[in-house]
């Protein structure tokens, strides 16, 4: 994380964490929250490092270049654990193996030992439950941090025992210009507002499918209640078990589709735009619990199809 720009994108953010390291009163349990583009995740692995880093600047954060610090980012070090959320809900599993992790690991540096829970909104409820007895009995030097889209997807009695720091959006139009560097226009414009972080965008435009699908939903849009259509999307663009069949690729056509129904490119009534902008919205929630894509993909088709016909 760029210290310098989270003070000044983030300058709340950024004086909570420094006065807390700075005292020494970082709570034992942290919450990240704030819309997509915010950049928690990197915040996250910032404060990580700023706990274990023996080279903290006049603010209390991580030198970032110390070996302490690249083996946080590389998630290499023994007293930390990075449990990713951003492709698939954390479980009750996952919570019980950190719990045994930190029990049976000595720890690096001064008794600190820390897991980050990213995106812990779309956790399990199992897990969330798992993790409420963890957080109840904390055991001496061990910090977490969750980070999440949503706070109240997280159980209040999680909430009440972390120090919540929220984080403002982020600038579409400052996010727009920077993803402008790599891409069109169109694409730069859908990224932004959807609220991609830089990393989550480079990754998609890297990615072939990507350019692909834009296409291929533009073009869906333009012909969504047409069973022809339809069926295309089955068999040439979503095929069942193919590379394409995966949730990320999924959410980037939902996102685009859900992009050229709010520019207008399909003329249809305010009404029905409404209607479709609630399917897909929630589709992108639902997606993140476990479902069969193929099937979950049909029941969108359907959706929209009887309201743009109705």
């Known amino acids: 994380m760029d210290k310098e720009q989270l003070k000044k994108e983030q300058p709340v953010v950024y004086r909570t964490l420094s006065n807390a390291l ?9 919450l990240l929250t704030g819309p997509k583009g915010a950049p928690k995740t990197k915040t996250a692995l910032l404060l990580a490092q700023s706990l274990v880093c023996e080279h903290t600047d006049e603010d209390g954060f991580a030198c970032q270049t110390c070996s302490a610090c690249q083996r946080i980012q590389k ?11 951003d492709q698939v809900r954390i479980k009750k599993k996952e919570i019980l193996e950190l719990q045994e992790f930190f029990e049976s690991t000595s720890v690096e540096r001064a008794n600190r030992r820390i897991y ?6 779309h956790a399990t409820p ?28 997280v159980l209040p009695t999680i909430q009440s025992r972390c120090q919540w ?3 403002r959006p982020a600038s579409s139009k400052r996010l727009e210009t920077q993803f402008l560097e790599w891409t069109d226009p169109e694409s730069a414009s859908m990224l932004a507002h959807h609220g991609y972080t830089i990393e989550k965008a480079q990754a998609a435009l890297a990615d072939d499918d990507f350019e692909f699908i834009h296409r291929e939903a533009k073009d869906y849009v333009m012909h969504c209640e047409q069973m022809p259509k339809i069926l295309y999307m089955q068999r040439n663009v979503f095929v069942p078990k193919g590379n394409r069949m995966t949730k990320e690729k999924i959410l980037w056509f939902l996102d685009w589709v ?10 249809i009534s ?18 993140q619990r476990p479902v069969e894509l193929a099937l979950f993909l049909d029941k969108i088709y359907n959706q929209i199809r009887k309201v743009v016909i109705s």
């Open 22 to 30: 700075k005292q020494d009163r970082l709570a034992h349990a942290v």
């Open 116 to 121: 980050f829970l990213e995106q812990f909104d």
């Open 258 to 267: 859900l992009f050229y129904f709010q520019k207008g490119e399909r003329k």
């Open 75 to 85: 998630e290499e070090a023994i007293d930390f654990r990075w449990i990713h959320g």
């Open 270 to 287: 305010l009404q029905k735009q409404v209607a479709i902008r609630e399917i897909l919205i929630e589709s992108a929630d639902q997606i």
């Open 126 to 153: 199992d897990a969330a439950n798992s993790l409420l007895k963890f957080l109840e009995e904390p055991a001496p030097g061990i910090f977490a941090i969750l980070s999440a889209d949503e706070k109240s997807n």
């Open 165 to 167: 720091i929220p984080f």
